[in-house]
């Protein structure tokens, strides 16, 4: 199988078979729950749609794998099947896990809710003081999870030291690497052991279906594979066609992502009607320097607060008319949230007091319409939440024509 050095190359050709089948161009869909049995010995090598090994998932595990730079990968049926999945293979039998305080709402969930009723434990840890995690290590301690960064708050946790402190103390460390995506870091480079997606999001990339993946070593991702084969959280191959084919544009999307919600963030930072923004693209962002140190790009995901209350919030949101008002990220198309009612609802409200989401926190998901448009958007929807005869800087190409990207 060739290997392609630039991403950008991997992306549109990773994966695909050699040589081409019946000359196909465009990856064929294999819609065929079983095949012509053909000698396995094992019944996870039998070719069957539920085990993960039609050629539909052969060519997008090659494709995912090469652009983590790792040696093997897995789809699965949606990004919460790739927690799930993960975390139940390794940390089976009562194992115990150290994760970021801060985390996804479905993974915050699953470690309170679900995964103690079957003996499974977990910790919480600062993700950025070190010294404290030795603390909250157990004799059967197996893991530590992060998030590459934070949702919603786009914290920056210390990752490399993520890194030693696991190699140190024997343990994987795994990290929820969505809002990063391949384009701006590969975790397996900087020592992680596996890397999940949201497949949902960028690296699809337009909001038509629903998968996860995970990355990492082919006897790690082999044990999750068995896992997932008798769990069935399994992607159909109509999906993997349209995960393959989005990911073809990944790294011109989340390029101009990356760009776009840089000078977005930076036109909020100044707009009087705005609290706060959080993008570690920011100069003013705490780990700033951190984060241009490992990512080459800062994603396309801020998260903002207005000087007003969580109803004018959502006021201003219904009041943007490019943006859509909707869950989920990572898509060609902008989209507004409030995380309190849909990423985070499952969090009690002191829970997301104490983390730091409140109620009016608004994120953003930028996608890759017309910047100038994006801002005059906001820009209106503003001006009647900025203080009376400020309605904030000026808008034109001076400001938005001439920002670089810092990182």
Aim: with cysteine; glycine share 10%.
């Amino acid at each position: 199988m060739q290997r392609y050095r630039r991403i950008e190359t991997q992306a549109v050709h990773a994966g695909t078979p050699h040589p081409r089948i019946e000359g196909a161009v465009a990856m064929p869909v294999f819609q065929s729950a079983t095949f012509e049995y053909g000698g396995e010995t094992s019944y996870h090598d039998l070719k069957y749609i539920r085990l993960n090994n039609t050629p539909n998932h052969l060519a997008i595990h090659r494709t995912i794998a090469a652009l983590e730079n790792a040696p093997a990968a897995l789809v699965t049926a949606s990004g919460m099947a790739a927690i799930s999945t993960t975390l139940l293979s390794v940390l089976a039998d009562g194992g115990h896990l150290l994760a970021q305080n801060c985390l996804y709402g479905g993974t915050h969930d699953l470690l309170t809710h679900d995964l103690p009723a079957l003996g499974i434990a977990c910790s919480f840890i600062d993700g950025d003081d070190a010294s404290s995690w030795a603390a909250a290590l157990r004799p059967n301690t197996r893991a530590i999870y992060v998030e590459a960064m934070t949702n919603p708050l786009l914290e920056v946790a210390d990752l490399t030291a993520v890194v030693s402190f696991a190699h140190e103390h024997g343990l994987l460390a795994i990290i929820d690497s969505t809002f990063a995506t391949p384009v701006n870091f590969r975790p397996l480079d900087a020592g992680f052991d596996l890397a999940i997606h949201s497949a949902t999001k960028y690296l699809n990339g337009h909001s038509d279906i629903v998968g996860g993946a995970i990355a990492g070593p082919v006897k790690t991702i082999e044990r999750i594979t068995h896992h997932l084969n008798h769990l069935g959280g399994t992607m159909d191959p109509h999906a993997i066609f349209l995960l393959q084919r989005g990911i073809k544009t990944l790294p011109l999307r989340v390029r101009a992502q990356n760009q776009s919600a840089l000078q977005i963030a930076r036109f909020l930072e100044g707009h009087a009607a705005v609290a706060r923004v959080n993008y570690p693209g920011l100069e003013s962002h705490p780990r700033h320097q951190r984060a241009r140190a490992l990512f080459s790009g800062f994603g396309g995901m801020l998260s903002f607060e207005l000087k007003g209350s969580a109803e004018q919030a959502e006021q201003f949101m219904q009041r943007t008319t490019i943006p859509i008002v909707a869950p989920s990220l990572g898509g060609v198309e902008t989209l507004l949230t409030r995380p309190a009612l849909t990423s985070h609802a499952g969090l009690m409200r002191e829970e997301r007091a104490r983390l730091g989401i409140r109620d009016g926190l608004i994120r953003m998901s930028v996608g890759i319409e017309a910047t100038e448009e994006l801002v005059e958007d906001l820009a209106q929807a503003l001006a009647s939440c900025a203080p009376s005869g400020d309605a904030g800087p000026a808008v034109g190409p001076d400001r938005l024509g001439r920002e670089r990207q810092t990182g």
